[in-house]
C-alpha cells in the first residue's frame, strides 16, 4: 500500500497561486496514479485532477481546467497542483488520493489510499 500526506494550503487572495503538494511513501510510486479532490464546507467531496501512473495522462474537472496544473516527480515521490487565479470558490479542504486503475478515474470510491489533506481559503 501506498501512504500520502498533502501540504502547501494556506490563507490566500483571489487570483493568487498556490502550488500543493502529496508526498507518498510505501509501495513503488510509479505503481500509483494520483488525484486531487476537494470537500468544500457542507459540500460532497468532488475531483479536481488526475494524473496517470507514467504522468503522460491529466484530467481535470471543468471547473479548474486552464487555471490547474497536476504533475508529479517519480523521482521525488511527489505529486503537484499548481492552482493559478484562485477564487473564492476554491476554498475547500484538498485531499490527495492513489490507486493502481488506469483510466479516467474520477470518483471518490475509485481510490483507495487517502491523506488528511491540506486547506485552502481564498478570500475576496
Known amino acids: 500500500q501506498v501512504q500520502v500526506v498533502e501540504s502547501g494550503g494556506g490563507l490566500v487572495q483571489a487570483g493568487a497561486s498556490l502550488r500543493l503538494s502529496c508526498a507518498a511513501s510505501?509501495?513503488?510510486?510509479?505503481?500509483?496514479?494520483f488525484a486531487w479532490f476537494r470537500q468544500a464546507p457542507g459540500k460532497e467531496r468532488e475531483f479536481v485532477a488526475r494524473?496517470?501512473?507514467?504522468?503522460?495522462?491529466?484530467y481535470y474537472a471543468d471547473s479548474v481546467k486552464g487555471r490547474f496544473t497536476i504533475s508529479r516527480d517519480n523521482a521525488k515521490n511527489t505529486v503537484y497542483l499548481k492552482m493559478n487565479s484562485l477564487n473564492p470558490e476554491d476554498t475547500a479542504v484538498y485531499y490527495c488520493?492513489?490507486?493502481?486503475?488506469?483510466?479516467?478515474?474520477?470518483?471518490?470510491?475509485?481510490?483507495?489510499?487517502w491523506g488528511q489533506g491540506t486547506p485552502v481559503t481564498v478570500s475576496a
Open positions: 488520493a492513489a490507486n493502481e486503475g488506469i483510466g479516467r478515474l474520477i470518483g471518490v470510491r475509485d481510490y483507495d489510499y
Open positions: 510505501g509501495r513503488t510510486f510509479s505503481s500509483y496514479a
Open positions: 494524473i496517470s501512473r507514467s504522468g503522460a495522462n491529466a
